[in-house]
């Protein structure tokens, strides 16, 4: 079964990495210069840099269907550059999963494959897609909605280690990202981690840093370049999070419901 995923970041990611290791084939899809903080767990930076390990997972990028193919063949995830999923629908997937995480739709339709589904806020089952899964941390997260939608963004990061706002690192100016620390690196409250432009950033809170832009990204003011994880656990930089996993088990309980529970097909 082919499963194309719109969105290559760490939660997009997370999704295609349970679905490749639960046998099906998966094609993800970013923008020119991804935006990718947590780029250690993501599929993403494959747009620049060739290919990208996940995990035991390797991700490859591919231009055109023949290298989607050859992709699958060799065991892996084809990513393209994509913005508007047109090769990816080219394809002719089985199921689209929309995880740009956008808050909002930004075109997808119930009938852009078989099965569609939503990731977070921003689509309603039933009218845009047939389910959609849950992103919010709490009760709720990965659970499958097939009537209606997501809670609502509250534009609050979630709490981790007691800190939510606190620990995003943001651009304090318009003009080019430069990080001055490495994803992994552990840091203390007020330390420089990169530069917006010429504008310094400084950590709001001290902790590992989980997530960071890669050099050469054009920001705004106020645009997340990073985040501080105050646990401190070093480890949890290369490995999918358990929110990334819980959604990616939402998604992979929808195909099945879907395709099985519904249809009684073989997949």
């Not at 250690?40 to 990028?61: C, H, K, N, R, W």
């Amino acid at each position: 079964m082919k499963v194309l995923v719109k969105g290559a970041g760490d939660l997009a990611s997370g999704i295609g990495a349970r679905l490749y290791r639960s046998g099906f084939l998966v094609v993800m899809t970013d923008i020119e210069a991804p935006t990718t903080v947590r780029r250690t767990v993501a599929f993403s930076p494959a747009v620049y840099l060739g290919s990208m390990q996940v995990e035991d997972i390797t991700g490859v990028l591919c231009g055109n269907l023949e290298e989607i193919e050859a992709a699958h063949r060799e065991g892996r995830i084809a990513v393209l550059v994509d913005e508007r999923a047109e090769m990816g629908l080219s394809w002719k997937p089985d199921v689209v999963v929309d995880a740009i995480l956008a808050k909002v739709n930004l075109g997808t339709k119930m009938a852009d494959a078989e099965m569609v589904i939503g990731v977070g806020p921003g689509f309603t089952a039933g009218e845009d897609c047939h389910c959609v899964v849950e992103t919010k941390r709490g009760h709720d997260l990965g659970r499958c909605i097939w009537s209606g939608s997501a809670i609502p963004n509250t534009g609050v990061p979630g709490m981790i280690g007691g800190y939510d706002k606190e620990r995003i690192i943001r651009a304090t100016a318009d003009g080019i990202f430069k990080g001055t620390v490495s994803i992994g690196d552990l840091v203390e409250k007020g330390d420089l981690v990169g530069y917006s432009g010429d504008s310094p950033v400084y950590a709001q809170v001290g902790g590992v840093v989980r997530g960071l832009l890669q050099d050469g990204v054009m920001v705004k003011t106020g645009m997340k370049s990073g985040d501080v994880d105050p646990r401190g656990n070093v480890e949890n930089c290369f490995s999918i999070s358990d929110k990334a996993s819980a959604i990616g088990g939402g998604v992979l309980e929808a195909i099945l419901h879907h395709f099985w529970f519904e249809n009684k097909k073989t997949l």
